[in-house]
């Protein structure tokens, strides 16, 4: 499984960005895609994710990103979105999106490929 994000860049605070993540080596062994996010000098945290199932989807999204971003997919370009409205300067950071094998409150879980990360920048 390979996963290519992109749709970072610079963008003023209340502004709007929208990230993609395209899957190929499409797999059945991992039950949806999240996003992350890194920060300098703070931990990884988990922002959002959603199911791959051919049903309706399921979602997670973490305490940062309720009220102000929006996570789709597009199961036929095997592409998840993510949507971020509202940016904020410490929304500023390296954004990436990993399969995962599930999410319990905390955050999700079983994080077994990486795509490469996108730079987002919330400045005037």
């Known amino acids: 499984v390979q996963l290519q994000a992109s749709g970072g860049g610079l963008v003023q605070p209340g502004g709007f960005l929208r990230l993609s993540c395209a899957a190929s080596?499409?797999?059945?062994?991992?039950?949806?895609i999240g996003w992350f996010r890194q920060a300098p000098g703070k931990e990884r945290e988990g922002v959002s994710c959603?199911?791959?199932?051919?049903?309706?989807?399921?979602?997670y999204y973490g305490d940062s990103a309720k009220g102000r971003f929006t996570i789709s997919r597009d199961n036929a370009k095997n592409t998840v979105y993510l949507e971020m409205n509202n940016l904020k300067p410490e929304d500023t950071a390296v954004y990436y999106c990993?399969?995962?094998?599930?999410?319990?409150?905390?955050?999700?879980?079983?994080?077994?490929?990486w795509g490469n990360g996108t730079l987002v920048t919330v400045s005037s």
């Open positions: 080596g499409f797999s059945s062994d991992y039950y949806g």
């Open positions: 959603i199911s791959i199932n051919n049903g309706s989807p399921y979602y």
């Open positions: 990993a399969t995962v094998s599930g999410w319990i409150v905390t955050g999700p879980y079983g994080m077994d490929y």
